[in-house]
């Protein structure tokens, strides 16, 4: 699928596309990491999500690499920052530029801790989080996709300048209740095909296989592997013969 750049007319589509090939979206993550490192940012949990203050240059590059929301202003330039979970640990886990904390003695101290709390959280946390570092890993920029009734929704760059491809679905291979409930019949595949065409959109399952390892600790995510499936609604009209 040929990404469909955001503009008014051919030529302001076009400079959507210069502007992200100048500025690709490897580049802004790098320099979102190395701000977030210098400037010692540090994130605090907050139930389901996690908070941060940050100045108007993190909250700049945080828009720009699509990660969280801006919630309010504290201060004269100073923001609170919303990420959720997996975007949170991404940050702290994966590109080691945020440190987040409990804000009580009792809260995680290291990544192991944090990754059991976001398991507290979020049940099915070590399938998201795989399926979200994955993709993310491949530049995809990811958003929540519950406006379209997936998971995720995934861009090549800025939702400002592009318009997203894919509607992501997360399965799990094991015997995971809370993941295997979706698509298990054709009623649910028609569903989500069909409202994901009506905006231009394909469907992307990703299987998260966990080979037999469990989730107790983040080191698991290394024996952890992805299948991809891409499923699009076939149109009868587009395979009939003109002259009948």
């Known amino acids: 699928m040929a990404p469909r750049w955001k503009g008014k007319d051919a030529k302001s589509k076009k400079d959507a596309e210069a502007e992200a090939l100048r500025e690709p979206m490897s580049t802004i993550i790098s320099q979102l990491q190395s701000s977030l490192v210098q400037s010692n940012t540090c994130g605090s949990l907050s139930d389901n999500c996690v908070h941060l203050a940050v100045q108007a240059e993190q909250l700049d590059l945080l828009d720009k690499a699509c990660f969280g929301r801006p919630v309010r202003t504290v201060e004269k330039d100073m923001y609170w920052f919303q990420l959720t979970l997996e975007e949170a640990f991404y940050l702290c886990y994966f590109l080691k530029c945020l440190k987040i904390n409990g804000g009580a003695d009792t809260g995680p101290s290291n990544d192991e801790q944090l990754w059991h709390y976001f398991k507290s959280k979020k049940e099915a946390f070590p399938c998201f989080y795989k399926a979200y570092s994955h993709l993310r890993m491949k530049n995809w920029v990811v958003r929540s996709g519950a406006q379209y009734g997936v998971d995720f929704i995934v861009y090549r760059h800025h939702p400002a300048r592009v318009h997203s491809e894919y509607g992501v679905l997360i399965l799990s291979h094991d015997s995971d209740d809370d993941l295997n409930g979706r698509l298990r019949v054709w009623?649910?595949?028609?569903?989500?095909?069909?409202?994901?065409?009506?905006?231009?959109?394909?469907?992307?399952?990703?299987?998260?296989?966990?080979?037999?390892?469990?989730?107790?600790?983040?080191?698991?995510?290394?024996?952890?592997?992805?299948?991809?499936?891409?499923?699009?609604?076939?149109?009868?009209?587009?395979?009939?013969?003109?002259?009948?």
């Not at 595949?189 to 989730?215: E, M, Q």
């Open 187 to 244: 009623s649910d595949v028609h569903c989500s095909t069909r409202l994901l065409g009506s905006v231009a959109k394909t469907l992307l399952v990703l299987y998260i296989n966990k080979n037999g390892h469990s989730d107790e600790s983040p080191l698991c995510l290394a024996n952890y592997t992805i299948e991809e499936r891409t499923i699009s609604r076939w149109s009868p009209e587009q395979c009939r013969e003109r002259s009948i």
